[in-house]
């Protein structure tokens, strides 16, 4: 990946400290120019980071279309804190979404992969200023335990050996309260995020969520929106190829130059 990235602490409204890395565009300049039009803000999964090697692979391959912030979530990474799973991280991607602003992008599409899609749908209901939004590979509802791979996360989320377990095996620090009080789930609040354009993105070969909730997330949500059901693709970031990242790219290029996302920045 070429171009050093520029990383900041920014700290979100409940005092966590956030890691941020911010990559401009190929070929685009630090003056706030044409280079300056479109930021991605992405958003990872449960147990990565945003310099983990898929990550790195996104935003690579992302950077053709705009400028990109890969953020660390809170108990993730450098980020200080501990993870709340979906909840207190809407904070963190607020507080990238700002700093785009002050970078001077005038357009900024969040990008979440599973967990991060959560918060990038909870985030873009409830705050101004995003002009598309992209869940990948996301949950409709809370509690999902119908695969063995969330039944594990349930026991490395819940459970003090589990997070233990987390801290030294995945390096992912996660809060040992639950929510109090219970946030949202996604299928609740998607329909608020019009008139911003959503793009929901699933694999049919997701070992974490089924199909079935990128479609309940859709039924559930106002124009515009678009649905991906992708063949042979699995989960999150870490199994996303570049083929479907630039589909992604070229995606929010074309919804953003629509202007449709009539939401203005408080």
Partial sequence: MTGAAQTRWLLAADGVRISVAHRSAYGAGGDGGPGRSLAFVLAHGFGGSGASPAMRAVTATLRAYGGVLALDFRGHGRSSGRSTVGDGEVEDVTAAVGWARLLGYRAVVTVGWSMGASVVIRHA???DGV???VAVSGPARWFYRGTPQMRLVHVLVERRGGRLA???LLGTRI?????????DAPWQVVGRI????LLVVHGDQDPYFPVEHARILYSCANEPKELWVVPGFGHAESAAGPGLVHRIGAWAQHAVSLGTAGR???
């Fill in 125 to 127: 209901a409830a705050t």
């Fill in 131 to 133: 002009q598309a939004v």
């Fill in 166 to 168: 987390s801290r030294l």
């Fill in 175 to 183: 809060a040992a309260t639950g929510w109090d009080p219970l946030p």
């Fill in 194 to 197: 019009a008139p911003v354009p």
């Fill in 264 to 266: 203005s920045l408080r």
